[in-house]
């Protein structure tokens, strides 16, 4: 590729579905904060050349001792959380200098593993983006707010959106500048880029990856790394 990859990872989110006072980046997962799986991982991957967490400003002292604690020297600063996802991915690309590719990971999705992440990379040349997705496992229906059936969508033609998505720098930021200007706004990186004609490729995901959103969340991705260690236990000991 050639290019300096910057990850930006947007952690800003209040965790009201776990309880008062509770903040999703810091939430124990198998006794280590959440967020810290999320940026191990970056931190393993060789194309990364820099790491910018996004964190709301309340907790941006839980997240020096954080980053101080775990040892990630890729991380040189931090960028202050928005009132939406949106403004909070818009807050850490403005951090960064033009030019350059910028891979953007949702910090509560704690189990990618470094190898989507240099797929999703690898996946973006000749293309404006390139995204995390995996097929849906269910049927899927389109209804009104009424909540009566309009339509069953085909599901083979269809994509679960995750993260990482990479895009090149002057690309994805023209695309948040101009949303914002517009007041459009979504919970998608790619669709952004989308909207302004941006032609993005699909890199199959893994249903591992999941997003931690709720407490059911945390349980499984708690069940998902105690069988990642276990494989790699049998692994070294072969």
């Not at 006072?21 to 050349?49: D, V």
């Not at 004609?197 to 199959?204: S, Y």
């Amino acid at each position: 590729m050639g290019l300096a990859v910057t990850a930006v990872v947007p952690s800003a989110g209040a965790g009201t579905r776990f309880g008062a006072g509770m903040s999703k980046p810091f939430l124990a997962l198998l006794g280590r904060p959440l967020l810290a799986w999320t940026l191990a991982a970056l931190e393993a991957s060789e194309e990364i050349t820099e790491i910018v967490p996004v964190l709301r400003k309340e907790d941006m002292e839980a997240g020096l001792k954080l980053i101080e604690g775990y040892s990630f020297p890729k991380i040189k600063r931090i960028a202050a959380g928005g009132h939406e996802r949106q403004n909070s991915v818009l807050n850490g690309l403005r951090l960064l200098s033009p030019g350059g590719i910028v891979l953007i990971h949702d910090g509560a999705r704690p189990l990618v593993d470094v190898s989507l992440i240099k797929d999703t990379l690898a996946a973006i040349e000749g293309y404006d983006g390139a995204i995390a997705a995996v097929p849906p496992k269910d049927t899927i229906k389109e209804a009104g707010e009424d909540s009566v059936v309009s339509k069953t969508l085909l599901r083979g033609s269809l994509w679960s959106v995750q993260t990482p998505q990479a895009f090149r720098y002057n690309t994805v930021m023209d695309a948040y500048e101009r949303a914002s200007a517009e007041g459009f706004s979504s919970t998608d990186d790619a669709s952004l880029v989308e909207r302004y004609g941006g032609r993005i490729k699909i890199v199959m995901g893994s249903y591992r990856n999941i997003k931690i959103t709720t407490p059911e969340d945390l349980a499984i991705a708690e069940m998902f790394l105690k069988g990642v260690m276990a494989e790699k236990a049998v692994t070294d000991f072969a």
